[in-house]
């Protein structure tokens, strides 16, 4: 069996740095960090008292007033953001088969705000009497942003969540790209959605120890591959893709941002919440995925690392890239975007698919920013180049995107110029 070619028509984004496509492309290219004072609940009893939030996000722009409380704030983003990606590929929904259009949207967490709201209400009820919302179940659950757009829209297609941690949406797209190349979908709007900057949500991640504690300086928080990186930066947001079947989408005449040209999976098997110390597993998922695409190593201009600003979880990512790259490795960019998104966990994947696309588009490569020439880390080989602190334009003819989950989950995506 042959199997078909996949390529992006659409895209759309809301995130730390800009509600848009556009918005946030430009504040990566200019090095602008989303981090600040926690504004969604009282931080200031806790460790970490900063995050990388959306900001001037109105839902009232994407819905009605009654139908707001309807939806968790996580579900609120994937909408909007799957909108821009809707509208960017421009169909013709009269024209468009429906029943060949799905949703495949991820989410790490879900709906844990209103899960967080239900629960207090209860246990502080003067009654004690169970009076739980009727969206509570349908809010808080990781698949419903999917089946919201699919609603939204009337797409009949493939429709479920993907939970695979911090690599859920990378996952995401790979089943997409899988769907569309094996014949069972000719459109699938892929992507993720996270809303977990909560008290639960913090309180968690700071009791692993596993975010930042710079709260005097959250704007340079998140410091990658340097050796004063104290933890990870939580983020939100969304990403969404719309990924075509590359025949349907020139019969239409639609503009194609880049193709996919592979994708892979892989785990750790290892620990919990660490990545394996000499990264196995991340050096399988992106031999998995070069395989798949039918590349050599030689092929990748761009790497958009997983690069979460831990102290392990950084150096042993650079240990996996060097196992697969050899002398290549070199030769490439290497930037972590969460620098100035934070980390969108379950979202953290299509926002940084997003990225790498549009440093294929336009021969850029983003900065990995905060980073400073006395704070090299001896673990880190200082000849790579990570990109620090400036884009930089090259010929980017494809670029790899990793991320790494909870669970010891290892997702890698592929995407190159169309041609």
């Known amino acids: 069996m042959e199997l078909k070619r996949v390529v992006v028509t659409g895209l759309g984004a809301v995130t730390p740095i800009g509600n848009s496509v ?40 994407y819905f009605e007033k009654k139908e707001v409380r309807k939806y968790d704030l996580y579900t609120q983003f994937a909408i909007a953001a799957a909108k821009e990606s809707v509208d960017d590929a421009a169909f013709d929904m009269e024209k468009l088969n429906h ?27 003067a009654d004690g009497v169970p009076r739980f ?24 297609g493939p429709n479920f969540g993907t939970v695979s941690a911090c690599a859920s949406s990378t996952n995401a797209l790979g089943v997409a790209f899988d769907l569309i190349r094996l014949g069972k979908a000719d459109v699938i709007v892929a992507g993720g959605a996270e809303a977990a900057i909560t008290a639960a949500g913090v309180g968690g991640f700071t009791s692993m120890h596993a975010l930042s504690t710079r709260n005097d300086d959250p704007t340079r928080a998140s410091r990658p591959f340097s050796k004063s990186r104290d933890g990870f930066v939580m983020g939100e947001g969304s990403g969404s893709l719309i990924l075509e079947e590359l025949e349907h989408a020139k019969a239409r005449g639609a503009k194609i941002y880049a193709e996919i040209a592979g994708s892979g999976a892989s785990a750790d098997a290892y620990h919990m919440t660490a990545t394996h110390p000499e990264g196995l597993g991340a050096t399988l998922v992106m031999e998995n995925a070069l395989k798949d695409a039918n590349m050599k190593p030689e092929d990748i201009d761009y790497i958009n690392v997983h690069g979460t600003s831990t102290p392990v979880g950084d150096p042993s990512e650079v240990k996996a890239i060097m196992r697969v790259f050899g002398d290549h490795a070199y030769k490439l960019n290497i930037s972590s975007t969460k620098s100035m998104t934070g980390h969108l966990l379950g979202a953290t994947g299509a926002l940084e698919t997003i990225a790498s696309i549009l440093s294929v588009k336009n021969d850029i490569v983003p900065p990995t920013i905060n980073h400073s020439d006395d704070d090299n880390d001896p673990e880190i080989d200082d000849k790579l180049n990570f990109t620090f602190n400036k884009a930089q334009k090259r010929v980017v003819r494809a670029a790899l995107s990793n991320t790494f989950g909870f669970g010891g989950h290892n997702a890698t995506i592929i995407v190159k110029k169309f041609a």
């Open 133 to 156: 919302n009727p969206f509570f179940i349908p809010k808080m659950i990781g698949d419903i942003a999917a089946g919201h757009i699919s609603m939204m829209y009337g797409f009949r």
């Open 22 to 61: 556009s918005e946030f492309w430009e504040n990566l290219l200019k090095g602008v960090s989303g981090a600040g004072p926690i504004t969604h609940f009282d931080a200031s009893k806790f460790k970490t008292q900063f995050a990388c939030e959306v900001k001037n996000f109105d839902p009232l722009k």
């Open 99 to 125: 029943d060949r259009v799905g949703v495949i949207f991820a989410a790490g967490i879900g709906g844990i705000s209103t899960f967080e709201q239900e629960v207090k209400s209860y246990y502080t009820s």
